[in-house]
């Protein structure tokens, strides 16, 4: 290696805040290419590995696992497999590290809850394309470079919007009724939204073209245990405008609980549009 090529290396070494090996021991990363565009992800992350090896003379030792998540569940009736369990504890016992891909349904809830993890971090880069299918405004989207997403909140708020399109004036009052169902044919999955009782109930009236709204929360039904939730993802969110007994169907693939667990709170009609960080979700009559 010339001089120019040893300088280099050290400075690159040194932004990346690494050492080279002093002991012939290789850092060791266990990998799980997980669900989807998994091993797309994890490719890509392994090729970058390459690259910090190429200009640090650190070499990595990697040993891939099994299934996980969506794809382990057909195979080993378990989103989380025991052979995946063991072949974690092997990594981290040697002092190493995983690398894993999406899996879905309940890998990365019994993931940390089998190795007492606490924290993710998820960097996305927002793509103008596909702005549109956020639950975020899309202005809010434009001149970002990162979108720093909060994992494992206790559950999502969005907004219902009604808007009157009467040729004359009309009214709300009260609460929607909503549910997450499965289908077509719809069937409801497990309880109906509970309403809350933190914002004053209003009459609102509407011209025609105007808006009410309503804000929902929904808990993500993984953070509850399988055995009294049984998470299933839902096709659609069941809406009933208030005194009305003619429902809207709107598209959520929220996951909820097919047993009778508490997952969704709405709140009453409210005047104006949705609130400025959410995305309408639908209007009603």
Same mark, same amino acid.
Not at 24 to 39: C, H, K, R
Not at 67 to 90: K, T
Not at 264 to 272: E, F, S
């Given at each position: 290696?010339?001089?120019?090529?040893?300088?280099?290396?050290?400075?690159?070494?040194?932004?990346?805040?690494?050492?080279?090996?002093?002991?012939?021991?290789?850092?060791?990363?266990?990998?799980?290419?997980?669900?989807?565009?998994?091993?797309? &992800?994890? $490719?890509?992350?392994?090729?970058?590995?390459? *690259?910090?090896?190429?200009?640090?003379?650190?070499? /990595?030792? &990697?040993?891939?696992?099994?299934?996980?998540?969506?794809?382990?569940?057909?195979? /080993?009736?378990?989103?989380?497999?025991?052979?995946?369990?063991?072949?974690?504890?092997?990594? @981290?016992?040697? $002092?190493?590290?995983?690398?894993?891909?999406?899996?879905?349904?309940?890998?990365?809830?019994?993931?940390?809850?089998?190795?007492?993890?606490?924290?993710?971090?998820?960097?996305?880069?927002?793509?103008?394309? !596909?702005?549109?299918?956020?639950?975020?405004?899309?202005?809010?989207?434009?001149?970002?470079?990162?979108?720093?997403?909060?994992?494992?909140?206790?559950?999502?708020?969005?907004?219902?919007?009604?808007?009157? %399109?009467? *040729?004359? *004036?009309?009214?709300?009052?009260?609460?929607?009724?909503?549910?997450?169902?499965?289908?077509?044919?719809?069937?409801? !999955? $497990?309880?109906?939204?509970?309403? *809350?009782?933190?914002?004053?109930?209003?009459?609102?009236?509407?011209?025609? $073209?105007?808006?009410?709204?309503?804000?929902?929360?929904? &808990?993500?039904?993984?953070? @509850?245990?399988?055995?009294?939730?049984?998470? %299933?993802?839902?096709?659609?969110?069941?809406?009933?405008?208030?005194?009305?007994?003619?429902? &809207?169907?709107?598209?959520?693939?929220?996951?909820?609980?097919?047993?009778?667990?508490?997952?969704?709170?709405?709140?009453?009609?409210?005047?104006?549009?949705?609130?400025?960080?959410?995305?309408?979700?639908?209007?009603?009559?």
């Amino acid at each position: 290696m010339s001089k120019s090529e040893q300088n280099k290396t050290a400075r690159m070494v040194n932004y990346l805040g690494l050492k080279a090996p002093s002991s012939p021991g290789e850092p060791l990363i266990g990998v799980l290419d997980g669900t989807g565009i998994g091993s797309e &992800v994890i $490719g890509s992350a392994l090729q970058v590995l390459a *690259s910090v090896e190429q200009v640090t003379g650190l070499q /990595f030792e &990697v040993r891939r696992g099994t299934l996980i998540g969506e794809d382990a569940l057909p195979r /080993f009736g378990q989103w989380l497999p025991e052979e995946v369990v063991e072949f974690c504890s092997d990594i @981290f016992r040697e $002092g190493g590290a995983i690398l894993s891909g999406p899996g879905g349904g309940r890998y990365v809830y019994d993931l940390r809850r089998r190795f007492d993890l606490f924290a993710k971090f998820v960097p996305i880069r927002p793509l103008p394309e !596909l702005a549109g299918a956020a639950r975020i405004v899309p202005a809010y989207l434009e001149g970002l470079d990162i979108l720093l997403v909060r994992d494992n909140a206790g559950g999502v708020y969005q907004v219902i919007n009604f808007t009157s %399109t009467s *040729s004359a *004036s009309c009214t709300l009052y009260g609460y929607p009724g909503v549910s997450l169902v499965t289908g077509p044919p719809y069937a409801q !999955l $497990g309880s109906a939204a509970k309403r *809350s009782i933190t914002t004053p109930v209003k009459l609102i009236t509407l011209a025609p $073209g105007e808006t009410a709204y309503a804000q929902l929360q929904i &808990v993500d039904a993984l953070n @509850f245990p399988s055995a009294t939730c049984k998470p %299933t993802k839902a096709t659609n969110l069941k809406v009933y405008p208030p005194n009305q007994t003619a429902p &809207v169907y709107l598209a959520d693939t929220s996951y909820g609980c097919a047993k009778p667990v508490q997952t969704m709170i709405i709140g009453p009609v409210q005047a104006g549009s949705a609130h400025p960080m959410a995305s309408p979700n639908g209007e009603g009559q």
